[in-house]
């Protein structure tokens, strides 16, 4: 784990990002990397361990069936800079190739209303040249015998660029290439953002300890701890830290065929995770939101909801045995489920990367890359990231995605 100092070699930054993890990490990197941008960044870690972090309790993988043309431009992106890494990371020697364990994922939908759904997604999906195949019930049998389907309408399944990576290893080169190419990290927490008498601007951040930094741009990419960000600069933000649950299990019987990450009606998922090993996923029914520091697990949702649902949906699970598991906690926007970028429309050089719930490793490269354009250029040069702005949550309107896990 990399050792950052403590204190910055500076009393001012251009741009001040707080969180080092996966988003922060990825934005750095892409304003190091910004043709003409010779701004100073500075990233102010309070986990230099990257211990308690989403990023380091995900579940790593990538699909391409969303509903909404934005959020698969985005994860075909992501597996565009996946399929040659080391060339996208500059033709850096040092850095490994990438792939995608291409596992597919399967949507189920058990009434009417979810076969809609992925009716809906499909076609938007099909738009955007993904090759995700709708299949019934008795095609699902033909090609995955081990499912019980009685109460199945309709599958939306693809393979392509859908599955595992491995994104603690690109988050490590994003963060590994940007402090090579002059972004400074240091150790410390942000305790308080110093707004303008006028509020229209952060100041300066002020760290634990006493520390104060001026800056031209902050970036919140504090994860689940982002309203804490926010409510510094006098901004509310609906992300939440909720829990989520994983677990690695191994089957009396392993199944004759890769299980691609099977998203139920009832929403447990469950994929291949090794060769005999299977991950499945799950939270409590109330969904709460928790203490970013709780990282207990809770044996009833597994006894009660996660393991049945399981058992239910393929019968070979009834006898497994759990090897690993671990909680952790989404970024989760209570408003649309999605990601909340750009700049506070009042605090106008404070910029939100918040609220990616489960999705946000897999769209980190397009966000990153968007928001370092944003920051560098004054507006978007790629993909047009609009949409994510927090004015739609200030107009009431919710970002339309209806496959979310
Ligand atoms: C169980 C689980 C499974 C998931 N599965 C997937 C998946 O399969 N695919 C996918 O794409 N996504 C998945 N996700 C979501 C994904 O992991 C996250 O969206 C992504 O990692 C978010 O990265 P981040 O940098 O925004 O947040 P984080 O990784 O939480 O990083 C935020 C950082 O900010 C730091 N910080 C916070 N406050 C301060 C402060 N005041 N001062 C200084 N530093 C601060 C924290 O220490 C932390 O390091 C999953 C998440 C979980 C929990």
Redesign the pocket.
């Given at each position: 784990m990399p050792q950052f100092p403590n204190d910055p070699q500076r009393d001012s930054y251009d741009v001040v990002i707080?969180?080092?993890?996966?988003?922060?990490s990825a934005l750095a990197w892409n304003l190091a990397v910004a043709p003409d941008f010779d701004g100073s960044v500075l990233v102010?870690?309070?986990?230099p361990g990257?211990a308690?972090?989403?990023?380091?309790?995900?579940?790593?993988?990538?699909r391409q069936q969303f509903a909404n043309a934005l959020n698969i431009r985005l994860s075909q992106h992501t597996a565009e800079v996946l399929r040659d890494f080391p060339a996208y990371m500059g033709g850096d020697a040092r850095v490994p190739h990438q792939q995608i364990h291409a596992f597919g994922y399967l949507y189920l939908a058990g009434d009417q209303s979810g076969a809609t759904r992925l009716r809906r997604a499909h076609a938007a999906q099909r738009d955007c040249g993904v090759p995700a195949r709708l299949m019934t019930p008795d095609e699902i049998a033909a090609a995955y015998p081990f499912y019980a389907l009685d109460d199945i309408v309709l599958g939306s399944h693809n393979t392509r660029d859908e599955g595992y990576w491995d994104?603690g290893g690109v988050f490590e080169w994003f963060r590994r290439k940007a402090r090579e190419q002059g972004v400074e990290y240091v150790a410390?927490?942000?305790?308080g953002l110093e707004v303008s008498r006028a509020g229209t601007a952060v100041e300066a951040v002020r760290l634990a300890g006493g520390g104060r930094i001026a800056c031209g741009t902050v970036v919140n990419?504090?994860?689940?701890?982002a309203a804490?960000?926010a409510a510094m600069a006098g901004r509310a933000i609906p992300v939440e830290p909720r829990k989520?649950f994983?677990w690695v299990f191994k089957a009396e019987r392993t199944l004759p065929a890769t299980l691609p990450l099977t998203v139920d009606p009832s929403g447990v998922h469950v994929r291949q995770d090794g060769p005999d090993t299977y991950l499945a996923?799950g939270h409590t029914a109330e969904d709460l939101p928790a203490d970013p520091d709780d990282f207990a697990m809770d044996s009833d949702v597994w006894m009660d909801v996660v393991w049945p649902a399981l058992a239910a949906r393929i019968p070979a699970f009834e006898a497994i045995r759990v090897i690993n598991e671990w909680a952790?906690?989404?970024?989760f926007n209570a408003f649309d489920h999605n990601a909340i970028l750009g700049p506070d429309p009042e605090v106008g050089n404070f910029f939100y990367?918040?609220g990616?719930?489960?999705?946000?490793?897999?769209?980190?490269p397009g966000m990153g890359r968007g928001l370092a354009e944003l920051i560098a250029f004054g507006g978007y040069r790629t993909l047009d990231l609009r949409p994510f702005h927090i004015d739609r949550i200030l107009r009431g309107e919710r970002f339309d995605e209806s496959v979310v896990i």
């Open positions: 707080v969180g080092g993890a996966m988003m922060g102010v870690e309070r986990d990257f308690s972090c989403s990023t380091a309790h995900t579940n790593s993988c990538i994104g410390g927490e942000v305790t990419a504090a994860g689940p701890r804490r960000v989520r994983s996923g952790g906690h989404y970024a990367m918040n990616f719930s489960g999705h946000g490793l897999q769209q980190a």
